[in-house]
């Protein structure tokens, strides 16, 4: 089957499935994988033989797109922020909108500044990856409840070529930030410090950052097939009962831990931007700014002490 005929081959199948954009964002993104070509060797190169076996593997696929299978998980990457990242079922796949909350930290941030950043929460590493790639002399570190959505946040930063202290963390069993003194390859509190030392209470960042779960059970309706039957719901979700669990507890860690004009940043809930503000507000954080995304929903929160 020549390329222009498995195109048209390829949207068919896919026509009752996904929008025709999305449809050819995929066809795309699998011809640059598995053929090495670019969008505009359709055009150069309409008549070229696809050979059997990259058809099987392209067939292959396309029967897992058909069960809104994310294409990122299928070809185990994406890209984010222009760097590339890899992606597992243990990680959200990440997003736009997280794009722009990255924008946000980079124009808040001096590039010759030595900050200390924690992202809390990493999944992929996306945010402190991206962070630390545009602010190479910040010391950069990043918790995750999952050991497995770690390793991949590891490979990413080996891949992005930038040093960052992966830590393997429960956010909400957490007293306090300092065990990251203790695992840090690097540490901001004191280079002589072991794990046998008792880490001191001052440990202090000038950004913290955390893309939470946020998702209540009773928004599951709202959400395609392709993230609810894929990517993993402990990344997702909250109760119903608690939504901003995770943002009470980061803000309770951030009062002891954020450095004098420390900045925290939440990307939220769009639903829940003024109980997120409020919530703020009552334990005494100031200069609270709230952002809309690019498709208008409120979606990221700005604030310090």
Known sequence: MTLK?????FSEELSSVFPQTEIDT??????????????IDLVLQPDFE????????????????????????????????????????HTLIPRPETEELVEWILKEASENTKLNILDIGT???????????????ATVSAIDVSEEALKIAKHNAELNEVGISFILQDILEAESLNVIANEMKQSIIDKEITSSQTPRNDVKFDIIVSNPPYVRN???????????????????FVDDNNPLIFYDKIADLSKKHLSKNGLLFFEINQYLGKETVEML?????????????????????????
């Open 5 to 9: 005929e498995y195109k048209l081959y």
């Open 123 to 137: 999944g992929t590493g996306c945010i402190p990856i991206s962070l630390k790639k545009n602010l190479p002399n």
């Open 26 to 39: 995929f066809f795309f993104l699998l011809i640059e994988e598995y053929l090495g070509f670019q969008r």
């Open 50 to 89: 696809i050979s059997s076996e990259k058809e099987v593997i392209l067939n292959e696929i396309l029967n897992r797109l058909k069960k809104e299978e994310p294409i990122q998980y299928i070809i185990g990457k994406t890209e984010f922020y222009g760097l590339p990242f890899k992606v597992s079922l």
């Open 281 to 305: 507000k009552e334990k005494g954080f100031t200069a609270i700014e709230l952002r809309k995304d690019l498709f208008g929903n409120d979606r990221m929160i700005k604030a310090s002490l």
């Open 218 to 236: 009773l928004e599951k309706v709202e959400i395609k097939n392709n993230v609810l039957k894929n990517e993993p719901h402990l990344a997702l």
